[in-house]
């Protein structure tokens, strides 16, 4: 019965691959968040989705790219992976979209890359 | 952007001692939250807490949000609550949560 989930928890390729990460909620939840957290524990949100459409897009390289199928799910591809996209990245999911509203946010337990 | 200020950086502390960490924010916030990653990576919801004061057990937080800080109090520590506090806002208006540096708690036997 976890609330947020991502797979793999670990994932270590080389340079120059592509890799995916999944995430996946049941908390009913309408908006979800890619995070990549540093070697220095500093958290940064790079992409936000609210039922399906791209909300937040931060300046992050093209080579990453959001995937939101449905509300409840989540994935991140990395194309031509760089040794200093080795982090580990969080999704996470809350209610409802900003401006006001209660907006609680609940993770998922990591996805640690390295990149060789 | 906002900036978020946690402090102090770092705490070392003797088991049953009693600590208050700080977070600060340059514009004002609609969200608030305050989390604790453990030693194994986890990112643990402690408080949501956008104004006034909530308890759970020996946590407790306050957001004096028309001053722009929240505090979290942590009493009689125990070694498990060693690992990194963050405090995180979201700006009225905006849709993304920014988090402070955080505050990297080791709690002594």
């Known amino acids: 019965d976890t609330a947020v989930s991502q797979t793999p928890k670990y994932l270590v390729t080389q340079m120059g691959n592509d890799k995916s990460i999944k995430c996946e909620q049941n908390?009913?939840?309408?908006?979800m968040y890619w995070y990549k957290q540093d070697s220095k524990k500093f958290l940064k949100i790079m992409f936000s989705y609210n039922n399906k459409e791209l909300i937040i897009n931060e300046t992050v390289p093209n080579r990453f790219s959001p995937k939101s199928p449905d509300k409840a799910h989540l994935n991140l591809h990395i194309n031509s992976l760089e040794l200093g996209d080795s982090a580990v990245y969080f999704c996470a999911s809350s209610p409802k979209r900003g401006l006001g509203i209660y907006n609680e946010q609940f993770f998922g337990p990591g996805t640690r890359l390295t990149v060789l | 952007g906002i900036q978020v200020e946690q402090s102090p950086p770092d705490l070392i502390l003797q088991e049953g001692a009693n600590s208050t960490l700080r977070c600060n924010f340059s514009?004002?916030?609609?969200?608030l939250q305050w989390f604790h990653q453990n030693p194994w990576g986890q990112l643990i919801n402690l408080f949501y807490?956008?104004?006034g004061t909530k308890q759970n057990g020996r946590l407790s937080a306050t957001t004096v949000a028309t001053e722009r800080y929240s505090l979290l109090y942590i009493s009689s520590s125990q070694t498990t609550d060693s690992g990194v506090y963050f405090c995180?806002?979201?700006?009225?208006?905006?849709?993304?949560?920014?988090f402070g540096t955080g505050t990297r708690l080791k709690v002594l036997a």
């Open positions: 995180a806002v979201m700006r009225s208006g905006t849709y993304k949560y920014i």
């Open positions: 908390l009913g939840h309408d908006t």
């Open positions: 807490i956008p104004s």
């Open positions: 514009d004002s916030v609609n969200n």
